[in-house]
């Protein structure tokens, strides 16, 4: 079992810049990919970006491609999600997630842990 807890989110004018973490418990971590996916309100829950278990295949939606960068520390339990250039349709409740295949996908079905999801305001 993998619990997921994120941190990180705020308040940010457009153009600024955000760090988003994701801690997680257990030995595992490591063998897992990692995703990050945001939901605005009213709107479906969407990808953002997926990393592998090695960090060494990233992946990212084209809406925030060159602008939002997905990381990972396994000896922390730590993946990070570093959000520049943002712009008010950014704003979303932005949520961690892990799947026991250490290969990237694009698909919430496929994660298996979810965190509780930290809140990313960008005003304009």
């Known amino acids: 079992q993998v619990q997921l807890v994120e941190s990180g989110g705020g308040l940010v004018q457009a153009g600024g810049s955000l760090r988003l973490s994701c801690a997680a418990s257990?030995?595992?971590?490591?063998?897992?990919?990692m995703g990050w996916f945001r939901q605005a309100p009213g709107k479906e829950r969407e990808f953002v970006a997926t990393i592998n278990w090695t960090g060494g295949t990233t992946y990212y939606a084209d809406s925030v491609k060159g602008r939002f960068t997905i990381s990972r520390d396994n000896a922390k339990n730590t993946v990070y999600l570093q959000l520049n250039s943002l712009k008010p349709e950014d704003t979303a409740v932005y949520y961690c997630?892990?799947?026991?295949?250490?290969?990237?996908?694009?698909?919430?079905?496929?994660?298996?842990?979810w965190g509780q999801g930290t809140q990313v305001t960008v005003s304009s």
């Open positions: 997630a892990g799947r026991r295949d250490g290969s990237v996908s694009t698909r919430d079905r496929n994660y298996s842990y």
């Open positions: 257990g030995r595992t971590f490591s063998r897992y990919a």
